[in-house]
């Protein structure tokens, strides 16, 4: 039994990437922060990072057996129709994070095709937010 933790284009590179936006955290500590909540129900953490959209559908297709999942989609939330459509045939409860309040930034990322399809969103809380969705998420699959 596992969670999946799935980030879209960019996100590999935190740590440098912006750092005034997206903070200093690297995604390796995500992933510690995420496995330290998850583990703590003794479930394992796949952690995948691609840029690439078909590589991203490819990966909800191979991990549909999923406990739940974590998702940032990065800029594919703005128009990544493809990858809406994988989460819409995803079964396993999921989260949406975003590091930043992406409500307080360029209009173009107001809006998000994949939000709506979420269990629940996080967003605007930095790195914390991955810990917050874990934890979240935790509750929503012992709940069901
Ligand atoms: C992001 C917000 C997106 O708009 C942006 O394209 C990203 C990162 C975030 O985590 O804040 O790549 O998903």
């Known amino acids: 039994s596992h969670v999946l933790l799935l980030n879209g284009p960019n996100l590999g590179t935190l740590g440098t990437r912006q750092p ?6 690297t995604l390796a500590q995500i992933e510690e922060m995420v496995a330290d909540e998850i583990s703590a129900r003794g479930w394992k953490v796949v952690s995948e990072q ?3 959209e078909g590589e991203l559908i490819d990966l909800l297709q191979d ?13 594919l939330m703005i128009a990544g129709w493809g990858l809406r459509d994988a989460l819409a045939d995803y079964a396993p409860p999921w989260i949406e994070v975003h590091l930043s309040n992406v409500w307080a ?6 809006t998000s095709v ?3 399809l979420a269990a629940g ?20 699959v012992t709940a069901s």
């Open 50 to 52: 691609r840029n690439g």
């Open 114 to 116: 994949t939000a709506p």
């Open 105 to 110: 930034r360029e209009g173009f990322r107001h």
């Open 63 to 75: 991990h549909g057996d999923a406990l739940g999942a974590i998702v940032n989609p990065g800029a």
């Open 20 to 25: 005034e936006i997206y903070g200093t955290t």
């Open 121 to 140: 969103v996080v967003m605007g809380m930095g790195a914390l937010g991955y810990r917050l969705a874990a934890g979240a998420l935790t509750r929503l």
